[in-house]
């Protein structure tokens, strides 16, 4: 039995850069990979350890007060309305949710999945893991009279920071709902604006009050530096949801139960969101002058964990001269052919090494 043939996995293929970075006398500014390095908020890990001595399975649906806590949150932050608390779904994380969505949701061999041009490489291995036909487009113009089973959004996008507006996600809704398009809106990064304020495609000004043939996809893990916990959700379409449902029942797809806890806490703890939100913003105060001033243009990045930033040159190049620097980032090239000039820096790195990347930008 043969499975379908994945790209290598991206990250593998800068170990040499960042054995050069890992050389500088003052050690690596590691700006490459969007992990969090602040503390998890102690009242997280206070409701981690409160349920850990439950010897029982945990449900797959998560508890009501879990789901609860995410519908209350998605209206509180992000005016989200008519979404039910049984139309939400835990998850391991985003990532595993958006590498098995299309096969949970039945996309095969035959069917087309777009992604954006510019996209988290996860939505093309989750589409070629389904058998399923990738088409990377930003534009509906460009799909022509096609039929996706799948179209993915991503705002704000990983990797370039761009935001879509009111009027472009309602217009995407209109276009897959004519033609039967499941829509997914990556929305992990929508607690994080800057100059722009991110939008959810659950939001009623943009699903005009239906949310048949839309899920949203939530992580936990930039918002309240729960990445080591795994602890993400997907919400939208009851039905949709249903369905995912029995299926990650018979599979066993099943976030812990301290888990479960700590993203009920996170979910409720708005002041500790809105402590991270200018821990990232005061970061991102220092890297982007910096390269600036350095000669990189920055494109788009009103908002998320990154800039998208460019010196006209190939990104491998640009990736091999800040690794001389003891910096390392991502070269645009891992999220498409169209980042072949770009690379992304992530603003995931301690105040100190932040200060250090700029100093060493200026040198």
């Known amino acids: 039995m043969s499975r379908p043939a994945l790209p290598d996995f991206p990250w593998d293929s800068l170990a040499e850069h960042a054995a050069t970075a890992r050389s500088h006398p003052d050690g690596i500014v590691d700006l490459s990979v969007g992990t969090p390095v602040d503390p998890v908020p102690e009242s997280i890990r206070a409701a981690l350890a409160s349920v850990s001595d439950i010897p029982g399975y945990p449900t797959t649906h998560g508890t009501a007060a879990l789901r609860e806590a995410a519908v209350d949150a998605l209206r509180r932050r992000h005016g989200v309305t008519g979404v039910e608390p049984e139309a939400v779904l835990p998850t391991i994380g985003s990532k595993e949710l958006v590498a098995w969505l299309p096969t949970l949701l039945g996309v095969g061999a035959g069917d087309t999945v777009v992604i954006p041009e510019l996209a988290y490489p996860t939505y093309e291995v989750g589409a070629l893991l389904a058998g399923a036909t990738v088409v990377r487009a930003d534009g509906l113009t460009a799909l022509g009279p096609a039929r996706p089973k799948l179209l993915w959004l991503n705002s704000p996008s990983n990797p370039t920071g761009r935001v879509l507006g009111v009027a472009h996600l309602r217009k995407v809704v209109e276009w897959a709902r004519e033609r039967g398009t499941v829509v997914v809106s990556d929305e992990c990064y929508l607690a994080l604006g800057w100059d722009a304020e991110p939008v959810s495609i659950l939001h009623p000004d943009v699903h005009g009050g239906s949310l048949d043939g839309l899920l949203a996809v939530h992580s936990l893990s930039k918002s309240a530096n729960l990445a080591g916990y795994r602890a993400g959700f997907v919400t939208g379409d009851p039905v949709l949801v249903r369905d995912l449902l029995a299926v990650r029942k018979h599979a066993g797809m099943i976030v812990p139960r301290p888990v479960q806890q700590a993203m009920t806490v996170a979910l409720a703890d708005d002041d500790a969101l809105r402590d991270q939100r200018a821990r990232y913003a005061a970061r991102r105060d220092v890297l982007r002058p910096a390269l600036e001033r350095a000669g990189f ?43 072949g000039e770009y690379v992304r820096v992530a603003l995931t790195a301690t105040d100190e090494r932040v200060k250090t990347a700029a100093a060493r930008l200026a040198e």
């Not at 494109?299 to 091999?320: C, D, F, K, M, Q």
């Open 297 to 339: 243009r920055i494109e788009h990045s009103e908002a998320g964990l990154y800039l998208w930033a460019t010196r006209g040159e190939p990104a491998r190049r640009t990736v091999a001269r800040l690794a001389e620097r003891g910096i390392l980032v991502a070269p645009g090239t891992f999220y498409g052919p169209k980042g």
